[in-house]
């Protein structure tokens, strides 16, 4: 799926030409200024954007934990608020960000108040101040993710989508890579500065970080090809745009009623790439906990927030690159590939009486996981491009359905306290592991299905 060719008698010099490949010379010159504007709008408003999830567990290991007396299931309760919310504006989000007028302005909307709410999180008195804020946190999250690739889809397709989507995945792990330094670094030079602890400096920063990109997102976030025209776009733009909606076969936005359910149940289409989701989120609980191991283990406050973000590395890699080879050669090679990884990865966590080293090789190994999600969507955008209601339906499910298995899953496979508890996940594990199978399969099945088509 979108595999091409990349020329100079399939050499490496072709293939690495092939992968920084972005405005092809065989597009006329103002398709290639498209692009490029498409480029520095999209991508890099989307990647400045990028919120900090891990900012929580980065939090929790660097004192809040101790400040508020938690002992429990508490880091696994923040969680559940937050994806209890995520998983209830799903949906919704995204049938608005499908909504030309709207979908301009959405995305820079929730980030401003996305900011304000981390704001808040560094104010809070106590536990129950925290569950309320990440509910906020995760409602207005709810649509980014999905609502990000769901736009992408809508202006680019094929190998030009796929690098695009990989490259701004990039953009997740790059967030929990800074989260995790700029915690060391809260904790290490602002801990007591105006009688605040470190974990509450973080919070503060990264909303310094949040609300000037977001205010500039009013300005240079295009939305759709139908949303009102930005500022940088020409009417010759917009027409080319347009043009290539044709030539992609991507259709146009449509009535939003209720024969877009209808038609989208009766297609296999939303059944198989929500399992897949379903499996990819309960497969991938684990990766980023790594802290927890390195806290369990004696290691520093400033080692538990920098060594993991070694995971993050791999993982932007593994997102960038990964998601390219699946442009260049079958999608489901680079799946395979980066499955085979992580299942050596989780069989050494199911043994876990292993050397030190090999053990943090495994948690590296994990960042391999990068690839997998930007494919599956870039996936998605291309199968169902024939229709926009359905794919930011099919986009809004998988988040609604597979973030709903991330609400109460960790509790039973993945809890923080008891003898099956954190790291060590007695039963987490073997259970990661049958999941990561699953959606090797059911991304397989996809394909198969797709060419049958």
Request: charged fraction near 15%.
């Amino acid at each position: 799926m979108a595999t091409i060719k990349y020329g100079q008698g399939n050499s490496l010099y072709g293939l690495v030409k092939e992968i920084f490949n972005w405005y092809p010379s065989s597009y006329p010159a103002a398709e290639r200024k498209l692009l490029f504007k498409l480029d520095l709008s999209i991508l890099i408003f989307a990647c400045l954007c990028c919120e900090y999830q891990t900012n929580i567990s980065n939090a929790y290991v660097s004192g809040l934990k101790e400040d508020f007396g938690l002992y429990g299931n508490e880091l696994n309760c923040f969680n559940v608020f937050y994806y209890v919310a995520y998983v209830v504006f799903q949906i919704p989000g995204m049938l608005l960000m499908s909504r030309p007028k709207l979908a301009r302005w959405l995305l820079p909307t929730l980030e401003v108040l996305w900011g304000l709410c981390t704001f808040a999180q560094s104010r809070v008195k106590n536990v129950h101040q925290l569950y309320a804020c990440r509910f906020l946190v995760g409602m207005l999250e709810a649509p980014v993710f999905a609502g990000t690739h769901f736009i992408l889809g809508s202006w680019y397709s094929g190998p030009e989508l796929f690098k695009r989507a990989g490259t701004w995945f990039i953009c997740n792990p790059l967030g929990s890579m800074i989260s995790g330094y700029l915690q060391a670094a809260a904790y290490s030079n602002l801990s007591g500065v105006g009688g605040m602890p470190g974990w509450r400096w973080l919070f503060i920063i990264d909303g310094i970080f949040t609300l000037p990109i977001a205010v500039a997102g009013f300005f240079v976030f295009p939305g759709i090809p139908d949303s009102p025209k930005p500022f940088y776009f020409t009417d010759g733009d917009i027409a080319i745009a347009k043009s290539r909606l044709e030539r992609f076969k991507i259709r146009k936005p449509g009535k939003l009623n209720l024969e877009v359910f209808r038609r989208t149940l009766q297609r296999w289409h939303i059944w198989v790439f929500v399992f897949c989701y379903i499996c990819m989120i309960i497969s991938s609980y684990p990766d980023s906990y790594m802290n927890l191991w390195l806290k369990e283990e004696g290691f520093s406050v400033v080692q538990i927030n920098q060594l993991p973000t070694v995971i993050y590395a791999i993982n932007i890699v593994a997102s960038w690159l990964g998601t390219t080879l699946a442009a260049i050669y079958p999608s489901w090679t680079v799946y395979t590939g980066a499955t085979t990884c992580i299942a050596f990865s989780v069989i050494c966590m199911i043994i876990w009486d292993i050397p030190k080293p090999l053990k943090f090789v495994a948690w590296y190994l994990l960042g391999m996981s990068g690839c997998l999600s930007p494919i599956l969507y870039s996936t998605v955008n291309t199968v169902v491009k024939g229709d926009s209601e359905e794919r930011a339906l099919i986009l809004g499910a998988m988040m609604t359905f597979g973030y709903s298995f991330q609400i109460w899953a960790p509790l039973l496979l993945f809890p923080t306290a008891g003898p099956n508890g954190a790291p060590r996940w007695r039963i987490g594990w073997p259970v990661a592991l049958a999941f990561h199978v699953l959606l090797w399969g059911g991304f397989i099945i996809a394909i198969l299905l797709h060419r049958r088509e």
